[in-house]
């Protein structure tokens, strides 16, 4: 007879496993159950002696004593059960949440930039990427909007998002020239600085914008260590290569990869030529010139550089830095810059606003601030587009 109850007591609880919709159905077939169980359940004669009674009373309040436990039994059971369904639940939405918000940081950006004629009108200024206060400043000034903004960033010297984050707010687009000093070219290109190249890529890609990117700029002339007869254009082109390689992997298809050479010049430059990429690993091609006393005209300064580089290629070209140098008539010199800009149907330009230290060679105070004249040109010539 225990045997009996004791299954009919296992059967009960099955009857829970899992809790769920039917539950109201399944407590109804329990109450049969238990009603069956107790008719197993062998009756005695009545007796009207009172040790019958007494005996009688015991075993009811026994039976009414195990039922009770039962019912409290059953009722934790099912609080257990649903409690434990509920947490399998949330852990399941939860593991669901940290596997899409994975996916979504992991997944390509899927940005890039219009190539368009005199569309990017930037500048370099100093302060940056720590500061957005002098980019202000010189928008205030200009009465005009940068729609590039450069920076350099040394190698080992992670992503500015937060200065990335502020240029897009501004309405521009983050130029980062990364300049490989105190590394070799050669390791580069052979993988050794991978995780940090990744690092890297994996913040542009979080970004989410579009972002223009150069590597080891005016590696045709020999004042740069990565550059002209210091380091080889082979090795600078496998250590481009790689880079291109690993942001692509990682999926940073965000960035637009800016190839920029000086102006050729005399014996400190090489060919420019013998550092190119090839297309595949290239979207925009960068010019880096300058215009001091005696070279002030766009055909004497920009123009040899321009038709060099078509020779080769058709990507679209911008100016990647530039300036005009005291003793230069800086409004005149801006009228042929924009003009030489517009007819070639170039991206525009990265005005270098900066003053330099003059105890260098072609370095001078290339900020356009000191001159009234010069700024409200500036001005009139980019609203102007």
Request: with cysteine; charged share 20%; proline share 5%.
């Amino acid at each position: 007879m225990l045997l009996k109850i004791a299954y009919a007591i296992q059967d009960v609880i099955r009857l829970f496993e899992p809790v769920d919709r039917w539950l109201f159905v399944k407590l109804v077939v329990v109450a049969f159950i238990i009603a069956g169980v107790a008719r197993l359940v062998p009756r005695r004669p009545r007796q009207s002696d009172k040790r019958t009674n007494r005996r009688v009373a015991i075993s009811a309040w026994t039976a009414a004593s195990l039922g009770g436990v039962i019912a409290l039994s059953g009722c934790a059971y099912i609080i257990t059960i649903a409690e434990q369904q509920l947490n399998r639940q949330q852990s399941a939405e939860k593991a669901s949440q940290r596997r899409a918000l994975l996916a979504e940081e992991n997944k390509a950006a899927h940005a890039t930039l219009i190539a368009k004629p005199l569309k990017y009108l930037g500048v370099l200024e100093p302060g940056v990427p720590g500061s957005y206060q002098q980019v202000s400043r010189f928008a205030a000034l200009t009465a005009s909007h940068p729609s590039i903004v450069l920076y350099y960033s040394g190698w080992g010297k992670q992503f500015q998002t937060a200065f990335a984050n502020e240029a897009y707010s501004n309405g521009a687009v983050p130029f980062v020239q990364i300049t490989p000093y105190d590394v070799r070219l050669e390791s580069i290109a052979r993988g050794r600085y991978d995780n940090y190249l990744r690092e890297y890529a994996a913040s542009v890609r979080r970004f989410r914008h579009a972002v223009a990117m150069g590597f080891g700029p005016e590696m045709n002339g020999n004042w740069y260590p990565w550059g002209y007869q210091h380091a080889s254009p082979a090795a600078w082109v496998a250590a481009w290569r790689h880079i291109v390689h690993v942001f692509r992997a990682d999926g940073a298809d965000n960035v637009t990869w800016v190839w920029s050479v000086n102006i050729p010049g005399g014996k400190g430059t090489g060919p420019i030529r013998w550092w190119w990429p090839g297309k595949e690993y290239v979207t925009w091609v960068g010019i880096d010139g300058y215009f001091v006393p005696g070279h002030t005209t766009f055909a004497g300064v920009i123009q040899p550089t321009y038709e060099s580089i078509r020779a080769f290629t058709h990507l679209p070209i911008m100016i990647s830095e530039t300036g005009i140098a005291p003793g230069a008539d800086k409004v005149a010199t801006l009228r042929r810059l924009f003009r030489g800009v517009r007819r070639d149907r170039m991206l525009g330009f990265v005005y270098f606003d900066l003053n330099q230290p003059a105890n260098a060679d072609y370095h001078y105070d290339w900020r356009l601030e000191d001159e009234s004249a010069a700024v409200a040109e500036y001005g009139q010539l980019a609203r102007a587009g």
